[in-house]
C-alpha cells in the first residue's frame, strides 16, 4: 500500500512514539512509586516501634519491673520522650498494628536476651530494622529491676 499522504504515517509515528514513552515513563514511575510507599511505611513503623521500645522501658522501670501483660497495661505510661509521628496512647490502635509485643514473656526471659537476638518486641511490616541503643536501654533497666528484686530478698 502506497502511503499518498506522509501526514497519516507521521501521525500514527506521533502516537506511537508517545505511547512508548507513556508505557517506560509506567515501568519506571511504578517501581518509585513503591519505593517511596515502603519508605514511608518503615519510617512510620520505626516511629511507633521507639514509642514502643520507650514505653515498655518506662512500664519496666517504673511499675516494678514487671513485663507488660497487655497493651491496656501500658496506656498508662507516659513516654519519656516526644514523638513527632505517634502520640501515646491516642495512636495505640494504629501502633498495635505495626509492632507487636510478646506479652507471654517474663521480666527474666527478657533480660536473657541481648539486643541482637532480642524478640520480645517486633516490628511488623516494612520497617528498617531493630534500634540497638534503646533495646539495650529496655535489656539494662529489665536488669537492674530483676537485680533489686533479688537483693531486696530475706
Not at 44 to 72: F, I, K, M, Q
Not at 77 to 83: A, E, I, L, M
Request: proline share 6%; with cysteine; glycine share 6%.
Amino acid at each position: 500500500m502506497k502511503w499518498r499522504d506522509t501526514s497519516v504515517f507521521r501521525r500514527y509515528f506521533k502516537v506511537l512514539v508517545i505511547g512508548a514513552c507513556a508505557a517506560l515513563a509506567l515501568v519506571i514511575a511504578i517501581p518509585v512509586l513503591l519505593c517511596s510507599v515502603d519508605a514511608a511505611v518503615a519510617e512510620e513503623t520505626l516511629g511507633a516501634y521507639r514509642l514502643v521500645l520507650d514505653v515498655v522501658t518506662t512500664h519496666v522501670r517504673d511499675g516494678g519491673g514487671t513485663w507488660p501483660r497487655s497493651w491496656e497495661e501500658l496506656y498508662g505510661v507516659t513516654p519519656s520522650d516526644r514523638y513527632l509521628t505517634w502520640r501515646w496512647p491516642e495512636d495505640a490502635h494504629r501502633i498495635r498494628k505495626r509492632v507487636e509485643i510478646d506479652f507471654t514473656l517474663t521480666p527474666a526471659d527478657v533480660a536473657s536476651m541481648d539486643a541482637e537476638s532480642f524478640s520480645a518486641i517486633r516490628q511488623l511490616g516494612p520497617n528498617y530494622g531493630p534500634e540497638p541503643a534503646q533495646i539495650s536501654a529496655l535489656l539494662e533497666a529489665v536488669r537492674i529491676r530483676l537485680r533489686d528484686q533479688h537483693n531486696s530478698l530475706p
